[in-house]
């Protein structure tokens, strides 16, 4: 299953569920699969604009939301431009809805007593 589809399956099983530790398996399941959508919507963008020249790139960024801003290599501006794409897709939302349906129960991935 891909990272939308599991994130997107997550979210659903979650609002149903109000035990901590299923709340838990599903957050850390769902962390997983967000950081696959990053990475990959990362290197859907690079093979988007891998021909495109600088100023058209930074003209991509600048209507996303990602300006290409100064002292940025190409390689960061296009890791911004994947992030912000990602970020409103469905999938991203979803993993929003998991992370504060967690929260509502207390359940998070960090460790508090650690922090």
């Given at each position: 299953?891909?990272?939308?589809?599991?994130?997107?399956?997550?979210?659903?099983?979650?609002?149903?569920?109000?035990?901590?530790?299923?709340?838990h398996?599903?957050?850390?399941?769902?962390?997983?699969?967000?950081?696959?959508?990053v990475?990959?919507?990362?290197?859907?963008?690079?093979?988007?604009?891998?021909?495109?020249?600088?100023?058209?790139?930074?003209?991509r960024?600048?209507?996303?939301?990602?300006?290409?801003?100064?002292?940025?290599?190409?390689?960061?501006?296009?890791?911004?431009?994947?992030?912000?794409?990602?970020?409103?897709?469905?999938?991203?939302?979803?993993?929003?809805?998991?992370?504060?349906?967690?929260?509502?129960?207390?359940?998070?991935?960090?460790?508090?007593?650690?922090?």
């Amino acid at each position: 299953m891909n990272s939308t589809a599991l994130l997107l399956e997550l979210a659903a099983r979650a609002q149903s569920v109000t035990d901590p530790d299923t709340l838990h398996d599903l957050l850390s399941k769902g962390h997983r699969a967000w950081c696959e959508g990053v990475a990959n919507g990362r290197a859907d963008v690079d093979r988007e604009t891998a021909s495109l020249s600088d100023a058209l790139l930074a003209e991509r960024c600048t209507a996303a939301g990602a300006p290409w801003e100064e002292g940025m290599t190409r390689s960061e501006a296009v890791s911004a431009l994947g992030f912000v794409t990602w970020e409103g897709s469905p999938a991203a939302l979803a993993y929003t809805e998991l992370e504060e349906r967690a929260a509502r129960f207390g359940v998070c991935l960090l460790d508090e007593d650690v922090v």
